[in-house]
C-alpha cells in the first residue's frame, strides 16, 4: 500500500512510540512525534498540517482527549484523529472529545492498515 | 559451526515462551515490523520495554510505600505498564498487571503486593528467557544469508569434484581401455 500521509503519533511511553511509529512507517507515513497533548497542540499551533493523528490518552503534562479539543476548537477538523490506550474505558473520553476513532492498546497492524487506506482515499478524493 | 542446530533451539526456545503464555499474538506483531532496514528491531524494543518497566516498577514500589493507600497512584502506574506490556505481548506480565489493579479497585493493600511480587518474578523470568533467545539468534544468522552460504559451499565442492574427475580420466586416457578384458 502505497502512502505519502503525514502521521502525528503523541505517545509518551518509549515502548509503544517505537512500536506505533514503526507500524505507521511500515505503512508509507511520514512520522512525526509528540511526547504529550501539549507537544500536540504545540505541532498544529505551529501550523503543521497532519493527515492522521495517532494519540495516546493518558500521559504527563496534558492528556490525549484534552490535546484533541483544543486541537478541533482551532479549526484542525479535518484531520483524522485516532485515540489508543490500554483503559478499557477510554473510548467515551476519546470520542466525546472529537475523536474519529478509538483503538484499545496493543494496535495491531490489521486493523491500522483500514484506517490509513480510508485516510488516503479521503485524501485522493 | 553448526547453524541449523542453532536455529533450531532458537526456535525451540521461541515456542516455549508462546507455549508457557510468556508472549502472545502480540509479538509476532511486532515482529513482522523487523525488516532489512531494521534487522534489531525487536531486540531493540524489548530492551526498551525492560528498562521502562524496570524504571516504572521501582516508582511503583517507591509509591507503595511513600503513599499508602493512595490506590488511584498505584493503579495510574500498572496502567502504563500493562500498556507496555500489551504492546510487545508479554501476555503474564499484563496479566499480573491487570491482577494488580483489580487488587487496586477492592483497595485491598495484600492483594496489591501479592500481585506486584508475582509481576517480578514474571519480569524476571521473560527478562532470562528472551535473553537467551536473542543470544542464540546472534549465534545463528538469518536463513537467507546460511542458505546461501550452504549453496555456494555445494557448487564449489561439485565444480572441485567434476575437475579432478576430468584430471584423473586424462591421466587413464586410452591406456585405460585397452586394458579391459575381451568380451
Known amino acids: 500500500m502505497a502512502s505519502s500521509l503525514k502521521a502525528l503519533l503523541v505517545e509518551d511511553t518509549a515502548v509503544d512510540r517505537m512500536v506505533l511509529s514503526f507500524m505507521l512507517r511500515k505503512f508509507h507515513c511520514e512520522v512525526i512525534l509528540a511526547k504529550n497533548g501539549k507537544e500536540d497542540v504545540d505541532m498544529f499551533l505551529e501550523g503543521n498540517k497532519f493527515d492522521i493523528v495517532v494519540c495516546d490518552k493518558d500521559m504527563p503534562i496534558m492528556t490525549g482527549p484534552e490535546a484533541i479539543k483544543k486541537i478541533r476548537a482551532m479549526g484542525a477538523t479535518d484531520v483524522k484523529i485516532v485515540g ?14 472529537g475523536a474519529d476513532d478509538f483503538v484499545p492498546k496493543p ?13 488516503i482515499n479521503m485524501k485522493n478524493n | 559451526m553448526d547453524y541449523s542446530n542453532l536455529r ?8 516455549g515462551l508462546f507455549d508457557q503464555g ?31 518497566s524496570g524504571r516504572l516498577i521501582s516508582n511503583l514500589e517507591q509509591a507503595l510505600e511513600k503513599y499508602p493507600r493512595d490506590f488511584n497512584r498505584w493503579d495510574a502506574y500498572m496502567q502504563q505498564l500493562k500498556g507496555s506490556c500489551s504492546s510487545i505481548g508479554a501476555s503474564r506480565m499484563k496479566n499480573e498487571c491487570m491482577s494488580f489493579r483489580d487488587n487496586c479497585g477492592q483497595r485491598s493493600v495484600e492483594g496489591c503486593m501479592g500481585s506486584l511480587q508475582k509481576l517480578k518474578r514474571e519480569h524476571a523470568i521473560l527478562r532470562q528467557k528472551l535473553e ?27 565444480t572441485d569434484v567434476c575437475m579432478f574427475t576430468m584430471q584423473l580420466l586424462r591421466q587413464v586416457g586410452p591406456a585405460g581401455a585397452a586394458t579391459r578384458p575381451a568380451m
Open chain 1, 84 to 97: 489508543v490506550s490500554a483503559d478499557d474505558n477510554a473510548m467515551e473520553a476519546f470520542m466525546s472529545a
Open chain 1, 107 to 119: 494496535m495491531r497492524l490489521e486493523v491500522l492498515g483500514p484506517m490509513i487506506q480510508e485516510v
Open chain 2, 22 to 52: 510468556h508472549l502472545d499474538e502480540q509479538f509476532r506483531q511486532v515482529e513482522d515490523l523487523q525488516d532489512e532496514a531494521s534487522p534489531n528491531f525487536v531486540e531493540e524494543v524489548v530492551v526498551v520495554f525492560f528498562k521502562d
Open chain 2, 8 to 15: 533450531r533451539q532458537a526456535a525451540s526456545l521461541k515456542k
Open chain 2, 132 to 158: 537467551s533467545y536473542f543470544q542464540v539468534t546472534l549465534e545463528a544468522p538469518p536463513c537467507q544469508s546460511w542458505c546461501h552460504d550452504r549453496w555456494i559451499i555445494s557448487i564449489n565442492l561439485l
